[in-house]
């Protein structure tokens, strides 16, 4: 859900924008690390108030756009060109709307004095504060094509296993819709032609023709009540799932589902390492490391580990103790962390689970998918049969009558 702000900047300037976030809690957590001083409103969006607000993926800034903004500035920036001439040049040829005029914001807050990092924290609709975090380390480094690179590369591998579950899911899903409207046009189309024959002839139906013709009677007749009972359930359930305790209801519950449960674990741990990863090699922290990691995972039993995880490297119990003492986590996990702490390679080791926990994630939906297609098969199978005997059946008794 998006909320409007408005906050103080650092020098005290009023600043106002849009945040994509799952709470509110969350929107005030991300522009407090974005670095506003004092957030002067906060209030939720109502969905549907406009095309783009209904809409926002056609209309707003997508990953793809700062990604390849940041690898184009990246390129500029090591050619030698200015920050502000480099920042002219993308704006002058942004296709998208959007893009150009977060692109003119950045130009308007660094002539005014902001720095870069500064800049982009004023839109974090178009700039996680993953992204802005990995700047300002690398601003204050000197290495600010490196900083980019590395943020856009991270985008990248989150597309690219975002995409990798769409593109594993989109089989089945396929599957069950085109069965679901050959069922329908069954129903609705082949078999209403089929009942005066059947009555003409006085024949007397089997338990499948007469259960078949009564739910085709009662599709057909009911048709639109049916249609809006069910945008009411996925309405209603959509809301329900806002609830704070049923969203953590669910997700516990979806934890504990074979083979879905271990993908949402892994899936969760990848995160973690890669955006650890990352943040470590640009400079920060291991405690501001861990702030970023909790904010912007999506998982509230995830978040909620990671935090606890959080308050004892706090306290100075180190990373691989707390991460181990968690039985949400692999074991895997905390092992690798104690080797990347005595080692001092915490950041690599973290890029190496991340890769492992990324290849892990691939090999269950695989399994999944392959455990799911043989199943829908069969379901699809009998009820294509159960529809077929429904049908053939009654004309077999009509023939042998009319013989």
Known sequence: MAYKYQAYTIDKKIVQGTIEVSSESLAEGALYSAGYQQIISLEEVPVGTSIKGAIPTLFGVKNKDVIDFSTQLATLIESGIAIMTALQLLKGQASKAALKEVINGIIEEIQIGSSFSQALSHHPEAFTNTYVQVIRASEQAGTMEMGLRQASGYMEKQAATAQKIKKAMFYPIFV???????????????????????????????????????????????????????IIIIVLAILLLRVPSVKLAKDRFMLHIPIIGSIIIERGVHHFCQTASMLLQSGLHLTQVMDIAVETNKNPIMRQALNQVKEK?????????????????????GEMAYVGEKTGTMDSTLNTLANYFDERVDRRISMLISMIEPLLTLVIGLVIIFIALSIITPLYSILRQMG
Not at 184 to 209: G, K, N, Q, R, Y
Not at 322 to 327: G, K, V
């Open 176 to 230: 069950v819709l085109m069965a679901i409207g050959v069922v329908i046009m069954l129903i609705t189309v082949a078999l209403p032609p089929l009942v005066d024959l059947f009555a003409s002839f006085d024949v007397e139906l089997p338990w499948t023709t007469s259960m078949l013709l009564s739910l085709s009677g009662f599709v057909m007749d009911n048709t639109m009540l049916i249609i809006a009972g069910a």
């Open 313 to 333: 490297l706090v306290q100075g119990e180190g990373l691989a103790q707390p991460l181990s003492e968690i039985e949400l986590f692999p074991p895997l996990l």
